[in-house]
């Protein structure tokens, strides 16, 4: 770890060539900008992304060219999930070896698990974990709210670094903050419910939006850390306008690859199944960016 794994970790979208290939040159200048913008840490090949519609060497190539880029000014994540225990192991170790100074894995997808099973999984694959762990609590995508008590099953592993928390539950990051205790740290993972989660002790912010808006978004964590409250606010009745647009959007990778593409900062399309944001909701992003920017 280069230094503390707090703060604000923005999740790249993957850059496309008009041939369907990855554009790297096209991602390290993002994370070039995105890391001078202030941000801390890089979450890449996330659970909703379009890491599944990656091949192993693609992964791979995208991964030691952020590890080549960020060098020591940011810590570095890594989604690690799979179905399988055993799966999850493979990634973390392959993560392990191209750079990456944390893994992140969910409960099985689509596995239909009781908490408890889904609990039992993870456990196996992160008791022998060469990496610290973040654990991603997401229950519209898994089926599987893991519970305080559930994560707290994790802690004798010595590995559970963190739980990324997006249920939803309105005193979800207080619960878990007193469940877990400081040993444990706790990141908002849904944009839109941000400052709440500073609000209740979160120790950072995983962050779709911050790949699009990372100056912003590192200015709101700032003033939460710095407890300047009033300007927190100030800033979330500016900034909660687009980080809405997109976590409310289905295709909000496209969303956010569009925005960047038109802002000059090539992303070529999104690899499908994934959707494409209509043009309307590009537009409407791109006025709600345009008036934040004049009034910050």
């Known amino acids: 770890m280069t230094k503390p794994m707090r703060g604000v970790f923005a999740v790249p979208t993957t850059p496309f060539n008009e041939d369907g290939t990855q554009n790297i040159e096209a991602l390290t200048s993002r994370v070039e900008a995105v890391l001078d913008a202030g941000v801390e840490g890089i979450l890449c090949l996330g659970a909703t992304g379009e890491a599944l519609a ?37 990634h973390i170790a392959n993560a392990k070896s191209w750079g990456a100074d944390a893994a992140m894995i969910t409960p099985p997808f689509y596995g239909g698990l009781e908490p408890e099973a889904a609990a039992a999984a993870l456990h196996a694959a992160m008791k022998d974990s060469p990496l610290p762990v973040m654990v991603y609590n997401n229950p519209h995508s898994t089926g599987t709210d893991l519970l305080p008590e559930h994560l707290a099953a994790l802690v004798d592993t010595g590995r559970l670094w963190s739980v990324k928390e997006t249920s939803g539950a309105a005193g979800r990051v207080r619960e878990l903050r007193a469940e877990l205790g400081d040993d444990v740290d706790v990141f908002v993972g849904a944009d839109g419910i941000a400052l709440e989660g500073f609000v209740q002790g979160a120790s950072g912010w995983v962050a779709a939006s911050a790949w699009l808006l990372p100056r912003q978004c590192q200015a709101l964590w700032s003033h939460a850390r710095e407890g300047d409250w009033a300007a927190a606010v100030e800033l979330w009745n500016d900034l909660s306008g687009a980080l809405a647009q997109i976590e409310d959007n289905p295709a909000f990778i496209s969303l956010i690859k569009q925005a960047l593409s038109r802002l000059s900062i090539d992303q070529g399309p999104v690899r499908p199944p994934l959707p494409t944001a209509d043009s309307e909701a590009l537009e409407s992003l791109l006025s709600t960016i345009s008036a934040l920017a004049k009034g910050n």
């Open 54 to 90: 990656l091949s192993d060497e693609e992964r791979e190539a995208q991964i030691r060219a952020i590890v080549d880029t960020a060098g020591d000014r940011a810590n570095l994540v890594v989604g690690c999930m799979a179905y399988t225990p055993e799966q999850m192991s493979a």
